[in-house]
């Protein structure tokens, strides 16, 4: 049974930092697609960021520039480095993996269907 479990969550001012991390255990780690997104109550859970297991890593365009997708292998973490952090990034953050490629900017969909998801950690950002 694979199990995603994410920290790191907490409540910082704008253009402050986290970093969340998303434990895994139960498969493959490095065969996966992996990913992290985001809901906010009332709207459609979006895509922030995913990465393949070659490394390869796509990014929502709201996140660019200010977010890094990362892994460890070696412990089997996965982890969303967020920089200069903004209001409109509060929101519950899931942990994702699909057993299957990333296939490019479609893993970010929420349609794209990844099989097991992490419980979710709290992001507040205050202004």
């Known amino acids: 049974q694979v199990q995603l479990v994410e920290s790191g969550g907490g409540s910082v001012q704008a253009g402050g930092s986290l970093r969340l991390s998303c434990a895994v255990s139960?498969?493959?780690?490095?065969?996966?697609?992996m990913g992290w997104f985001r809901q906010t109550p009332g709207k459609e859970r979006e895509g922030v960021a995913t990465i393949d297991s070659r490394g390869s890593t796509k990014y929502a365009d709201s996140v660019k520039e200010r977010f890094t997708i990362s892994k460890d292998n070696a412990v089997n973490t996965l982890y969303l480095q967020m920089n200069s952090l903004k209001p409109e990034d509060t929101a519950m953050y899931y942990c994702a993996a699909a057993a299957r490629p990333c296939g490019g900017a479609w893993s970010l969909s929420p349609r794209y269907g990844m099989n097991y998801w992490g419980k979710g950690t709290l992001v507040t950002i205050s202004s």
């Open positions: 139960g498969y493959t780690y490095s065969a996966y697609c």
